[in-house]
């Protein structure tokens, strides 16, 4: 073990889209030493640390911004956005996911822009997906990406959000980017806490409460210092699920997705929470949750996580390219994710108290039995019918607005991918935008 460091009235509503929640992001020792000056306040120890941290405060730091920014903050016209695409050219494409393609564009005002055009058809006529997008532009906190506004000309809808010039999470871990941009792990700590906190606001803070139902490394964005924003949260309520990437009738998505939402389609808050766990393992792994090129024991991710749990080698999960790291803290993140991933969604933990355990405000719970989701499945199998189903599938893989449009779904989504999953993961890794 190591150890160191429409109308007007519509416009006003949804406003506040543009603005920020927080401030500059800190490291794991700052926020350890502003946790301990807050031991008088009151409340339960660990629902105080994860109310005043994981997004209240954030979140309503940011409501004078957020006032300020109603003003500037409207419907862009379509000719504008194509002119600040420079008409949507191919040289500012960063991406296409299950939505539609994202541009990079620069608006009049001079603000560098990511530029998401919808492609599929929308199941709500043009007040209602105003009324939608006005309700999710209302959701701020520091670790979502902010919508600054959108586009509805004829059949034509277009979104415009914050750049974010790191690009996503997986790119960073699994891509060629990863080797200009080292992340230690001190930052892997700080993305794995901010995207607990924003998960935490959306199931539990937020006015309205949302469940993302595609969380992965490819919807974690990182602006420049680093700071973990979640994308696309929301976006689904607006489309039927057979029109998009995120659908129900999903089988096979075995490397995000929870069991009782691949298999029954039942979706909770915890099938976030268990995709979050996943999430967790890569970062601290540096490698994707499946992946045939590596050796059959750890193909699976979560397989091979589980394999060196009940062997006590739990800290062999750490990636081998991380030189330094407090081995307590890797190990309270592995217990964190072992329990957000356990088979029956009772056994997982909501996300404020989440974000209470990996901040070491209150003990994370043993978890010594293997899911069985592990012990019943034959991955073999699984992986066959995978395979045999995308031959049959033409489906858009699952990535969000800032991947690289060649391609990269790091779950083994391979029914609605274009991926081949007998490739190794470094060699489906996009490189930069």
């Known amino acids: 073990m190591r150890s160191g460091g429409g109308s007007g009235r519509i416009l006003a509503d949804w406003g506040v889209a543009g603005a920020g929640g927080g401030g500059e992001g800190e490291g794991e020792g700052g926020r350890r030493r502003r946790r301990r000056t807050?031991?008088?306040?009151?409340?339960?120890?660990?629902?105080?640390?994860?109310?005043?941290?994981?997004?209240?405060?954030?979140?309503?730091?940011?409501?004078?911004?957020?006032?300020?920014?109603?003003?500037?903050?409207?419907r862009r016209s379509y000719a504008e956005l194509k002119t600040a695409t420079h008409d949507f050219s191919v040289a500012n494409k960063l991406g296409e996911g299950g939505f539609g393609p994202v541009y990079k564009g620069t608006l009049e005002d001079g603000r560098v822009v990511a530029i998401k055009q919808l492609s599929v058809a929308s199941r709500q006529g043009k007040t209602e997906f105003l009324s939608e997008i006005a309700t999710t532009s209302a959701v701020q906190h520091r670790n979502l990406v902010k919508l600054y506004g959108c586009c509805i000309q004829g059949d034509k809808r277009l979104l415009v959000y914050e750049y974010l010039k790191n690009k996503s999470l997986d790119q960073l871990l699994f891509g060629a980017e990863g080797k200009s941009l080292y992340l230690d792990w001190a930052i892997r700590y700080d993305i794995c806490l901010?995207?607990?906190?924003?998960?935490?606001?959306?199931?539990?803070?937020?006015?309205?409460?949302?469940?993302?139902?595609?969380?992965?490394?490819?919807?974690?964005?990182?602006?420049?210092?680093?700071?973990?924003?979640?994308?696309?949260?929301?976006?689904?309520?607006?489309?039927?699920?057979?029109?998009?990437?995120?659908?129900?009738?999903?089988?096979?998505?075995?490397?995000y997705l929870a069991p009782e939402y691949a298999m029954?389609?039942?979706?909770?808050?915890?099938?976030?929470?268990?995709?979050?766990?996943?999430v967790a393992l890569e970062i601290i792994s540096g490698r994707p949750n499946s992946d045939l090129g590596l050796e059959d024991d750890m193909i699976y991710l979560l397989e091979w996580v589980w394999n060196l749990h009940e062997d006590n080698r739990d800290i062999e999960l750490v990636d081998p390219t991380l030189d330094q790291y407090d081995a307590n803290t890797v190990q309270r993140v592995i217990d964190v994710a072992l329990l957000c991933t356990q088979a029956s969604p009772a056994l997982r933990p909501p996300m404020s108290r989440v974000v209470a355990m990996l901040s070491g405000d209150i003990e994370v719970p043993s978890v010594t039995s293997r899911p069985g989701y592990l012990t019943d499945w034959n991955f073999d199998d699984v992986t066959t019918f995978m395979m045999s189903a995308a031959d049959t599938s033409k489906s858009k893989s699952s990535i969000s607005y800032m991947k690289s449009t060649s391609g990269n779904n790091t779950t083994i989504d391979y029914v609605n991918s274009h991926e081949n999953?007998?490739?190794?993961?470094?060699?489906?890794?996009?490189?930069?935008?």
């Open 421 to 433: 999953p007998a490739k190794p993961s470094h060699e489906r890794i996009g490189s930069s935008r």
């Open 264 to 278: 029954r389609g039942r979706l909770t808050e915890k099938a976030d929470i268990f995709s979050f766990g996943v």
């Open 38 to 74: 807050g031991k008088g306040a009151g409340g339960s120890g660990w629902m105080r640390g994860a109310q005043a941290q994981a997004g209240e405060g954030e979140a309503m730091g940011g409501q004078a911004e957020a006032a300020a920014a109603a003003a500037t903050a409207a």
């Open 194 to 255: 901010g995207v607990a906190r924003g998960l935490a606001y959306l199931h539990e803070e937020s006015r309205v409460r949302i469940v993302h139902r595609d969380v992965k490394a490819s919807n974690i964005l990182l602006d420049s210092d680093l700071t973990p924003k979640i994308s696309d949260f929301g976006l689904a309520k607006l489309y039927d699920d057979s029109k998009t990437h995120i659908s129900t009738r999903i089988a096979g998505t075995l490397g």
